[in-house]
């Protein structure tokens, strides 16, 4: 995907922005610019300045291999599935897990990953939970 | 006199045993994310706020803690840049240029030690600036109605990026999809829900700290992991200091060049969206100009890396100013700090001096005994810094993203947030990889809604006439202001870009 794709891409919401922010309903109070002015003078500035990448492309991004793109996707499954398991398996297991396996899609062996984890989600819940008392994910377990 | 007694207060905030230890952390936490190339001030800030948040800091306290992790990735930004020739922040760039020579010569010892006094130098004449320039802008602040404001914002995007950005139409675009994340939610003067989807999750629209924490934190996860087997290791063998201690001649060598780079960085931070990475590069340029008489800049000397770390440390301090006077802030890490302030409900400007003078003048005086902790932890600990440089990014990374979640799971317990968070933290991936800067969408998403605000209230007084922006002589002003910075770049922009192009390469 080149600038101008992305120019086209950009475009599109922009007016898509401007159609939902036209969709708003007017309650009887209002002032004299109403809530939908802002929204359409931000969608219209918006709408300029991607065409400005569509016709006037400057830069040529470098993109990652595929492979590197799945890894990415795989990673953002992972930080996903984290983010649901929080509140149900709690913060100790998630963490543990979650560390393991970002550890070791960046390079660690699976030992090394291992006690690394270990280290993070204890250390983390210690240092959070019990020192500063912060509120972490319970689960039902309740840790 | 007023001022001095207003600082002795402040003192009488800082010195409280949590806030001594929260500025020591900050400048702990501050140079390591300083050193650590790929993280930067906001990066460090960004990952900090909801967890002060969390903790129910008050917004001193919080203050102190944040503004010591700005203050201490200043300083530690040139440790990478000297010793292994890849600056840790942005704004260490320059650093590079004579630094890395002066480790090849085997004087990495004294380049950190010289450019940790220019650094303390730089930031105690920012924040002494500081102290006196920001009552000052107040009083100027006080005649602004919201047709100003409104004004004062507009120059705020117009102006990013400063003199060096080269493509406005991008900046334009990242500023508009910044706002346009902040209409997300129910309209404030009139209740009804606007872009929501009819999701009961957007109603209360989104929280820019979601928005900060995914482009800044969780995004530098996804860099790391197509980047990963990539990055050289090489380097690492500069990592060993010897000397530490520069001769007394040295030192006086540099005092003009700091003195100059000092007053320099701190007007740069001053202007509108300069920040420090623009207040480095003119100490270095300047200083070459007048200095470099036997062509040694470039090839290590003294002071080629004193003039560059006391301009980004004093434009770090230069760039509170706007900030806390104004709530205008010129750069990413001042935008970060202002949405920390605005989430304890405390908005910045005039109100803040006279509402909150605990919070203004409590940050002053902690700053000043930050630099203190500062030159210490970076002049004779400097070794701790280059040790924790060895941390390899598998390691790195996974914490960074795990206390992102834990900062922003302790806000609201939601996994909806979470999942916001990384669709934030991968559209801001693929901003970078197309060039688009993050900081004017943070910018947009916490300033969005004063900005609508402003105008409405603005056009409710004139009855809807849209000329009344531009009727009194401040707000033309600012208005002519916001059309220069915007179209000076255009003209000069390509001319700085590329010298800084040819400074890059020839290093």
């Known amino acids: ?143 | 006199m007023e001022t001095i007694n207003f600082l002795l207060d402040g003192f009488d905030v800082a010195f409280t045993v949590q806030n001594i230890t929260l500025a020591l952390i900050g400048c702990f936490l501050g140079t390591i994310f300083g050193a650590l190339p790929g993280l930067g001030p906001a990066n460090g800030v960004a990952i900090l706020i909801p967890i002060s948040f969390s903790l129910g800091l008050d917004a001193a306290s919080s203050m102190i803690l944040l503004a010591s992790v700005y203050y201490g990735a200043m300083y530690g930004g040139r440790i990478s840049s000297i010793l292994i020739n890849i600056p840790g922040d942005e704004p260490a760039l320059m650093t590079t240029l004579d630094g890395y020579p002066m480790t090849l010569k085997g004087r990495a010892g004294e380049a950190l030690t010289l450019t940790g006094i220019s650094s303390f130098f730089g930031a105690i004449v920012a924040t002494i600036g500081l102290m006196f320039l920001a009552p000052q802008l107040v009083k100027i602040a006080l005649l602004f109605g919201p047709a100003e404001y409104f004004a004062l914002f507009v120059m705020a995007f117009a102006t990013l990026g400063g003199v060096s950005s080269n493509n406005k139409a991008k900046t334009v675009l990242a500023s508009m999809l910044g706002l346009a994340v902040s209409t997300i939610g129910v309209d404030g003067q009139t209740g009804v829900p606007r872009l929501s989807f009819g999701n009961v999750h957007f109603y209360d629209g989104i929280d820019f700290l979601i928005v900060i924490v995914g482009m800044f934190a969780v995004s530098e996860i996804f860099i790391f992991i197509e980047n990963k087997n990539t990055k050289s290791t090489k380097n690492k063998k500069n990592l060993i200091i010897n000397k530490i201690l520069p001769k007394l001649s040295v030192i006086i060598k540099i005092i003009p060049t700091m003195i100059r780079s000092s007053f320099l960085g701190f007007f740069a931070g001053v202007l509108p969206g300069a920040g420090a990475s623009l207040g480095s590069f003119i100490a270095y340029t300047i200083e070459k100009k007048i200095s470099n008489k036997n062509d040694t800049f470039g090839k290590g000397d003294e002071r080629g890396v004193a003039a560059p770390e006391a301009g980004n440390n004093a434009a770090a301090g230069g760039a509170l100013v706007p900030m806390l006077s104004l709530g205008v802030p010129g750069s990413g890490t001042t935008a970060v700090l202002l949405a920390m302030l605005m989430t304890m409900n405390i908005t910045p400007g005039p109100l803040l001096f006279k509402n909150n003078p605990d919070v203004v003048w409590g940050l002053i005086a902690a700053l000043f005994f930050a630099n203190f902790i500062l030159l210490i932890l970076n002049i004779p600990m400097v070794k701790i810094f280059t040790k924790i440089l060895l941390l390899p990014p598998k390691f790195l990374m996974p914490i960074v993203a795990m206390i992102s979640f834990v900062g922003i799971y302790g806000i609201s317990g939601s996994s909806f947030d979470l999942l916001l968070m990384i669709f934030f933290g991968l559209l801001g991936w693929l901003l970078r990889k197309l060039d688009i800067p993050l900081v004017p969408v943070i910018m947009g998403s916490i300033l969005g809604n004063l900005m609508e605000t402003n105008l409405r209230r603005a056009l409710t007084i004139s009855d809807g006439n849209w000329a009344y922006l531009f009727q009194s002589k401040v707000a033309i002003i600012i208005w002519i202001i916001t059309i220069v910075g915007f179209v000076l770049p255009l003209i000069i922009g390509k001319r700085i870009k590329s010298q800084i192009d040819k400074l890059k390469s020839k290093n």
């Open chain 1, 1 to 143: 995907m080149n600038e101008r794709i992305f120019g086209v891409f950009s475009f599109i919401i922009a007016c898509g922005y401007i159609y939902v922010a036209s969709l708003t309903q007017l309650s009887f109070i209002s002032d004299p610019v109403g809530p939908k002015t802002f929204p359409y003078i931000v969608g219209s500035i918006f709408a300029i300045s991607s065409l400005f990448l569509i016709f006037k492309p400057e830069f040529d991004p470098k993109w990652p291999s595929l492979y590197k793109f799945l890894e990415i996707i795989f990673v953002t499954i992972i930080l996903i599935v984290y983010a649901y398991s929080l509140p149900v398996v709690g913060f100790v297991i998630s963490t543990l897990i979650a560390t393991f396996i970002l550890s070791w899609r960046l390079g660690a062996k699976t030992t090394e990953a291992f006690i690394f984890s270990v280290v993070v989600s204890f250390g983390i819940y210690f240092l959070f939970r019990t020192i500063l008392g912060l509120s972490l994910a319970k689960g039902i377990w309740g840790f």
